[in-house]
């Protein structure tokens, strides 16, 4: 990992004034890893769609995904900042690929063999596998809009602490669902900029949401939005107000796309976040369902976005 | 801090017998903070706003309460006792403004992206969280009312005596809420004292309600204020009784306002706190949603009626 | 404290075979304190009233009951031998009234501010609390009756295997309660045998019950009574059989009024738990909720009642 | 306690190859106890009827029994090899009996005034209970057939891992009983063979189950025991089907009676079990309910037909 | 236990790289231990059938089962690389066969006495229990489909890091079960894949499942299985893909038959699994219900097919 660090990156840090040295540099390791390192932007590769969809739903179109290590190759060769997976994927990689590339272990994850109306999540591992394997990092999801969500906070706040203690960086997925919202209402961008915050109150170093649409779901909320004229219109919009609700820019927001069709899509989207002032993207199935070279070549293309070198 | 203290603060202290000198400490340095300092009053800036109805909502009418370091800012200025918010605002500025307000960590929220009928809230924070960010308080909600009020208590006694034994002071937020209560009841004076005096029974040391009117709610209540001729018609009078109820007036109560329209109701409110032997206000929404100027002017009236100097 | 004691004390000591000196010595406590010191019988003072039915219903007959050192200071002039009351009411004269009087920590507290068809507690206090209070005994409510008991049960047996093992006593209000019993059978006299005899086999050193009616709520009961012919006519008859029912009089139990209408119809009630071999009395509403000087005067009837001063 | 043994409870003990020497003292204790002692056959005393059923119902026959000594008493006198008792009455006495029966701490008990669908049972005391009342063994009742047994199971696995670390035996009462059995099937010979089987299963080194009746409930076993013609048509088959299923006869198995009307029934009963490879008897209400003689006389016969003295 | 080992036992013990020499020790006993020693094949007998159907419905076709030690006298003498079983059947022979065979104990286990719609299993032995006894390995049960599935996911996290940082391997019998699948759906091949997939991620080192069917359950799988040409039309297909789906055959997966009519068809389907690289067969009912020279018999005409000296 680099040795020295830009001003960008000692920036970011300084939003983290109630962490430890420990986590600090973990967060740094994963700031200055990969092709962005040290831009202060972020590209992150996660693989936990065989766990919350099943292998063959995730692994069929590209069959190379169906071993663990190809992910961590593929995040290493691609030059990602980190690779977060669960448990039994990373204990799969950890020794052959140690110290090649930031790790983030997701204690958390969910399966769609049973299907909840109020979803939650089996917790899958701990701090200390985390540490065990090497890891900066733990993901943790939290459902926003679903019955069980108070008790996943509290169950994050606990990790949270747990994690802080052991000098890790906390990643949350903030994902809106259950009988609280409507499906368009999932990510609208009232409820998308509240579930940013949300993973922000509760003491997340870094904040992964989908990119939000123009819906307005929560009555009260739109009523604000459209006194206040809260610009909400571009999606580069959108990304800067779900910046903004995520302590005004100073935690690390970074997105996943939405039900992207193609590329040029695809790419649009990250200039969006680019343009929006968001961190970065995290891409799973966008990466790893393509053939090798291609998924190489379509993850250079973004990071080429981010890092200025490419429109 | 203030090194010196008053009669009036000593007396406050002796009323709480049983805690800690570390305790005792820490209640001092609240209430010898700020404009009111040593007055026996307090003015408290709580910003759980963002958790509470999402950032939207909370912050764009003044969009730089969307920044947490603004919400110091504001209650270092405008002279307040304490500043209470969330694990992720108290951390993102906690460093920064070290030593210059009392802080209160809120170990419980709870959000509107599902609606309960019988709400709880999220445990967010640990009393480890408070004493690592320099806190010198916890501060957690109750909903008397609530089929999960039980466990609610339950778990404040758990904190309430870890946090006693780590020399912080303890504050509740009680909030009668949920189908035990009808909508009026839950703000009606039988209620509120009620909520009062059980969160007093729990261990607090300070005690928010929010101000009650003159609703009665339970039946056999009613009819012992009937029939004892309980003075509850004017605001003060309210006021009073809800101070009485809590160890006839031997713990600190404050008061959030009702549905204020303008300054001026907030300010007669204000006065009948004092006039009823209460001890002060919290006020968020009032004081951040407003132009920072707008809003130092607001609360420096109300601390000015406070301590006398305006009537 | 007594440094002597008498036969009496001794004796209902040697009955407590399987405790430690440390609890024995606060049973003595209690025993040899007040004006029924060494008589063997018991009027302990009890202000849980705030917490379960509102301060308004329980002080605003006699205000001065607001402030919790009306209690202590009640409970030390009229000569009782213990008081007990929730933790907030403890701490808010523990240090003024230190060594005054025997202190009951009431571990566990109910509100009706929500109302169960099937009731429970919030566990609102601890042994350490009641350690570092000062207190000789912790106290707990069960409602056998109810479909909470068990959890109830289980909650008691931990408090109480943690007092023991600190040297406290343990005292159980057995309130028959909940779904599984009629409302007359709550003070049914087989009902209330029963929830004694739960209370001792969970380990109670002391048991509470209310009065008990001449119902036999539970038919395979009802026959057993009628054909064993066991007495329970008369009010003193029915006491005979709780105290019976509670390890053959090797437990103490003391008892709660009926709902008494006049001092009269109460000293009577007292005559009957003296003269059905009953410990004493536990009186709280028709205590504190008169004016000081009748409620000495009362307090001295039932003592002098108990102790054969009086008829 | 005996000091020598014999060669068939040394065979005994040889089938607890996984116990500690600790386990297996307390173990031969109970076995070299009374009357039987030596023989490889037990009769324990059980009270727990005033828990299960109430005091009036369990002791207004033989009003001695309220006292919790009369129990040890009977026990010591009648040569049982073991008292079996909750917490309180076998606190009662603990000292004043030391040393003169083995003692069996009942660890979870349950009353009836609630009655669920599906039972559970409260926990009731602790191995740390156990051990400081001088204690050989823990009880514990499951209730299979219960949706309430798969916690009964767990908790029952964390109790016995934590007795056998402390040298007591584990002696489970495994009683069918809940929505998933007919009142018939809580008593068939499959379900009672298999209660047996889960208990062994489950870590017990004695169990306890009540005497099968010929019905079988499950249709595959029903199946199974026909095409297989397994012996269950005499009450020594079902016996010695019931012992063929705990271990194959390699874990004591102790029952209990059904409806028994008269002595002469309960003897027949007692040869069965004796006739069937049976460990002996847990004999409570038919023991203590009687008059002290009768009692003695009762059971000595009981004894005399286990140990070849009578038929 | 076997002091070489082989080629293929180092490579598959290369795959577990974030373990600890002392899980890997306990692995290559495993691998190394009966007839397939060495061979990277395993044959497993698993005896939980007693507690998971009743002794009756187990044993009764051959009543030598009854007896705990058969069970090990078969594993040992048929050459299996392991035993599997509950507590209560370890520890009844655990001592005698010390060191003849690999060990492990099951944690938990579900019985038929009572039914649920999504079922659950009892904690029934803990990790300490398996280290007392012996044993190489844990067992656990999850069943994907049920919604008490996340609680399952859960509690095998825990103990698994339990049993990791204890040396032991861990082994997860993922059986498709519960309200969110059909009953064909079970065993379908997209399902049977996901559970083995779940198993590996949640750190399972050998994962069981049953033989799959060429059914799809889920639209969303059908559809890419279809359109991915997945091939699943024969057995070996199906295992080549259950394997494939559990990290590309980086994890060692057995399985268990189906509703297997005749030994030829248990035959061909040990050759679907040898040929579709499955790395053996967990065989319980089939072993132990036939009389002993059959059994063995059977057994060994299994591993012949498996290590290659029959076709």
Redesign the interface.
């Given at each position: 990992m680099a040795t020295t660090t830009t001003d960008r990156v000692r920036e970011i840090l300084s939003?983290?004034?109630?962490?430890s040295p420990g986590t600090l540099t973990n967060l740094s390791r994963m700031l200055n890893a990969g092709t962005l390192g040290g831009t202060g932007k972020m590209v992150i590769l996660p693989v936990d769609q065989?766990?919350e969809?099943?292998?063959?739903?995730s692994?069929?179109?590209n069959?190379a995904g169906?071993?663990?290590r190809y992910h961590f190759q593929l995040a290493i060769e691609s030059g990602c900042n980190a690779y977060a997976a669960?448990?039994?994927?990373?204990?799969?990689?950890?020794?052959?690929f140690a110290g090649q590339i930031p790790l983030i272990l997701k204690l958390n994850?969910?399966?769609?063999?049973?299907?909840?109306k109020?979803p939650?999540?089996?917790?899958?591992?701990?701090v200390?596998?985390a540490l065990?394997?090497g890891c900066v990092a733990i993901g943790y999801t939290i459902y926003?809009?679903?019955?069980a969500?108070?008790?996943?906070?509290?169950t994050l706040?606990?990790l949270g602490?747990e994690a802080k203690a052991n000098g890790l960086v906390v990643v949350v997925w903030s994902y809106?669902r259950?009988?609280?919202?409507s499906k368009e209402g999932e990510t609208g961008i009232?409820?998308t900029?509240?579930?940013a915050?949300?993973a922000?109150?509760?003491?997340?170093h870094i904040v992964k949401v989908k990119l939000p649409s123009a819906h307005l779901e929560?009555a009260?909320?739109k009523k604000?939005?459209e006194t206040?004229k809260?610009p909400v219109g571009t999606l580069a919009e959108r990304v800067r107000?779900v910046v903004?609700?995520t302590?005004?820019g100073?935690?690390v927001v970074i997105f996943s796309g939405g039900p992207a069709v193609g590329d040029d899509q695809v790419f649009d989207e990250v200039r969006a976040i680019r343009d929006g002032g968001g961190f970065g993207s995290i891409i799973g199935r966008n990466s790893f369902q393509r053939k090798n070279p291609e998924a190489l070549k379509f993850l250079a293309t973004v990071m080429a976005i981010y890092n200025g070198t490419q429109k």
């Amino acid at each position: 990992m680099a040795t020295t660090t830009t001003d960008r990156v000692r920036e970011i840090l300084s939003w983290y004034g109630s962490d430890s040295p420990g986590t600090l540099t973990n967060l740094s390791r994963m700031l200055n890893a990969g092709t962005l390192g040290g831009t202060g932007k972020m590209v992150i590769l996660p693989v936990d769609q065989g766990f919350e969809h099943g292998p063959g739903r995730s692994f069929a179109k590209n069959p190379a995904g169906y071993d663990p290590r190809y992910h961590f190759q593929l995040a290493i060769e691609s030059g990602c900042n980190a690779y977060a997976a669960p448990l039994g994927f990373l204990e799969a990689g950890a020794r052959e690929f140690a110290g090649q590339i930031p790790l983030i272990l997701k204690l958390n994850n969910h399966d769609v063999l049973y299907e909840e109306k109020d979803p939650e999540q089996a917790v899958t591992g701990s701090v200390r596998d985390a540490l065990r394997l090497g890891c900066v990092a733990i993901g943790y999801t939290i459902y926003p809009g679903s019955s069980a969500r108070l008790e996943m906070f509290s169950t994050l706040r606990a990790l949270g602490e747990e994690a802080k203690a052991n000098g890790l960086v906390v990643v949350v997925w903030s994902y809106p669902r259950g009988s609280g919202l409507s499906k368009e209402g999932e990510t609208g961008i009232d409820v998308t900029a509240y579930a940013a915050h949300i993973a922000a109150q509760l003491g997340a170093h870094i904040v992964k949401v989908k990119l939000p649409s123009a819906h307005l779901e929560q009555a009260p909320a739109k009523k604000v939005y459209e006194t206040e004229k809260v610009p909400v219109g571009t999606l580069a919009e959108r990304v800067r107000h779900v910046v903004q609700s995520t302590f005004a820019g100073r935690r690390v927001v970074i997105f996943s796309g939405g039900p992207a069709v193609g590329d040029d899509q695809v790419f649009d989207e990250v200039r969006a976040i680019r343009d929006g002032g968001g961190f970065g993207s995290i891409i799973g199935r966008n990466s790893f369902q393509r053939k090798n070279p291609e998924a190489l070549k379509f993850l250079a293309t973004v990071m080429a976005i981010y890092n200025g070198t490419q429109k």
